[in-house]
Each structure stands twice: as C-alpha cells, then as structure tokens.
C-alpha cells in the first residue's frame, strides 16, 4: 500500500511591490518637494529684497531728491503709494509680483519685463560663454590632476584653481584687458560687436539680441568671428571663476572613482590606465558637476554684474550697475526679483536633471 505525499505547489518569489512603487514614487517627491521649495526661496529673497531698498528712503525721493521741488516730489510719493504704511506697501508689492507685474523704472520709465527681454539675450550668452570656459578648461585640468595627484602639476593645478576661484572678476578682466587689449593689442578691449555688426544687428528684423544667433542669421562669417572675437576676454573673466571649482570637483571625484573596486578589476583584466579614464572614470566625476551647475549660475550672475561692466558688455548686470547709479531702486528691485525667480527656477531644472541622470537622488 502506498502513500501519496502531496506537495503543494511552489509559487515563485513574489517581487516586493513596494521595492517597485519606491522608485517612481521616491523621484516624484524628490522632485515635487524641490519645486516647492521654489516658493519660499522666492519669498524669501523677495522680502530681503523689499526691505533692503526700503532702508534708505522711498524709492522717488532717492531717485529724485533733489532735482525736484518740494511739492512736487511729495506729489509724485503720494501717487506711487510711497507714503502709505511699509507694510502696506509690502503686502501690495507681493501681490503685484504675483500678477507678474515687477515695476517699472523711474529713470526710462520701462517696464521690468521689457528690460529683461530687451538686456536678457547679452546676459544669457555671456553666461554660456563663461560655461564652455570653465568646462573646457577646469573638466580637462581637474583629470590631469587626479591623473597625476601629488605630483607637482597637481599641486600646480591647485593652486591655480584656488587663485581662479578667488580672484575678483572685475580684477581678472582688468588685467586681461591690459594684457591682451593694451600690451598686445590683439582682442577688443570693450563692447559686444564692432560698429558695423551693431548696425547690421539693430537693423534687422526681430533680433534675438544673443548676438551669436543673429550673425548666424544674417548667415555673414565676418558677422559670426566678430561677435566671437569680443566673447573672448569677457567669456574668460567670468569663466575661469567657476573653472577652478570644477577643476577641484573633478579631480576630487576622479580620485575617488579611479579607486573603486571596479576599476582595479578592470586594470588586473589588462585595461589601459587611458581606456579607465577615458571610459569608467570620467562620467561619475561629471555628476557633481550636474549638480552644482544650478548655483554656479546664481555665481555667474552675480559675476555678470561686475563683469559687463567692466567689457561694457549691455546686459542685465550692466543695467543693474546702471539703475544703481541713478539711485533707481524700483528698476534694481524688479530685476533682482526676476533674476532671483531665474536662479530658483534653473536649480530646480538642475535637480531634475542630476535625479535622472543619478538613480541615488531620492528621497
């Protein structure tokens, strides 16, 4: 007689649904928690803002003390709302950005809005010079570095991105101005374009005002290495501030990724110390780099204020420096505003970007 044992059958592992959910659900957070911290960074630096400019003074008699008689100048305060309580005129200036209106200039009478699109193009184009100097040049120096760490070109290199980083861009224009404009007279000391392209620019229909793009439109070489040619010295001033801190970012994380248990596995297989560069170790050190890029562009913008006005490159810092001349602290209010906006909105683009480049970036 025989005995049947019945075994039940065995299902395979169920896969942990939660493991899965985590993933998606771990980014969307990451991500919906950074863009809500847009607001109160914005708020924040809006009420700094505020009382800042506040502290000297109603905006119309900073700007027009002086050049006004008395009754004039207190009729031009009561119809801007400039004599009602501080508090009332904050609570108003919140709601008038929240209805995108950022003030209009009491020197040119412009909106905000129309400053920045007509002054923005110069900004965005220098900023993007100074990015493709401090890649080209801090990426490449910061591999040479970790390449050839504790070495003398390391030590070297160092150095020289300390001395970058801590250089003051109006200083480091000066001098390449001296160098390359006075001493060896070979690059432009000032200005976006030479005459004859600033004409061919104003006169064309819808100009973009990034210059790079309307030379290109007009499809005229000479157009394109002019413009080019004027990019250079102010391109390298802002540029090398921020070539120094990916310099040190990128031999820093070079270092510790060349010495990864995958990388030796890979050089006792025969790899070439070239090939591990080249191929294993140079994309993980770029991910710090995604990363900061959002508050390298609040740097270079505030860069941009000193150095447009050093090359007089007509931008959104050479506007600022202009409206703090003239004591025009609606115009300079307006625009840190918006810049400020710009910075919080391209860091959250910046997450983004590091969250799906790198699957460790949850919460």
């Keep these: 007689m025989s005995t049947t044992i019945e075994v039940p059958p065995v299902s395979p592992p169920a896969v942990p649904r939660g493991r899965r959910r985590n993933r998606p659900s771990g980014l969307l957070l990451y991500l919906l928690v950074r863009a809500l911290l847009i607001i109160p960074t914005v708020f924040i630096l809006v009420t700094l803002v505020f009382f800042l400019m506040r502290s000297t003074g109603d905006p119309i008699t900073a700007a027009l003390g002086g050049r006004l008689p008395a009754d004039q100048l207190q009729e031009r305060i009561r119809e801007a709302g400039y004599d009602r309580p501080l508090l009332v005129q904050y609570v108003d200036y919140l709601g008038q950005i929240a209805r995108g209106d ?10 905000i809005g129309e400053i920045v699109v007509t002054f923005g193009g110069a900004t965005l184009e220098l900023a993007v010079y100074a990015l493709l100097v401090a890649f080209v040049v801090g990426v490449p120096l910061g591999m040479l570095a970790a390449k050839l760490r504790d070495r003398w070109p390391d030590a070297t290199l160092r ?3 300390i001395l970058a980083y801590a250089t003051p861009v ?3 224009g000066l001098l390449l101005k001296l160098v390359f404009s006075v001493w060896l007279n070979v690059l432009p000391v000032a200005g976006r374009a030479s005459t004859r392209v600033q004409i061919q620019f104003d006169s064309m229909p819808n100009p973009t005002g990034i210059y790079l793009i309307d030379a290109i439109r007009l499809g005229d070489g000479n157009a394109i290495g002019d413009v080019l040619w004027h990019a250079i010295l102010p391109g390298l001033a802002l540029g090398l501030l921020t ?3 990916f310099l040190r970012l990128v031999r820093t994380n070079m ?3 060349l010495g990864r248990d995958y990388i030796d596995a890979a050089r006792s297989r025969g790899v070439g110390e070239f090939r591990l560069t080249r191929t294993h170790a140079w994309r993980p050190a770029l991910i710090p780099i995604i990363t900061v890029i959002g508050l390298q562009i609040a740097l270079l913008l505030g860069g941009a204020v000193l150095t447009e006005t ?9 506007q600022i420096a202009q409206y703090l001349q003239a004591r ?13 906006i710009i910075v919080a909105v391209t860091n959250f683009v910046v997450d983004v970007i590091a969250a799906l480049i790198d699957p460790r970036v949850r919460y």
């Excluded at 950022?102 to 909106?111: A, E, I, K, N, T």
């Excluded at 050093?310 to 050479?318: I, M, N, V």
């Design 328 to 340: 025009d602290f609606v115009a300079v209010q307006g625009m840190v505003v918006v810049l400020a």
């Design 170 to 172: 109006f200083f480091a």
């Design 243 to 245: 070539a120094g801190i």
């Design 310 to 318: 050093t090359f007089e490159w007509r931008g959104l810092g050479f």
């Design 255 to 257: 270092i510790d990724t």
């Design 159 to 161: 150095v020289l991105a």
């Design 102 to 111: 950022f003030g209009r200039s009491l020197s040119d009478g412009r909106s």
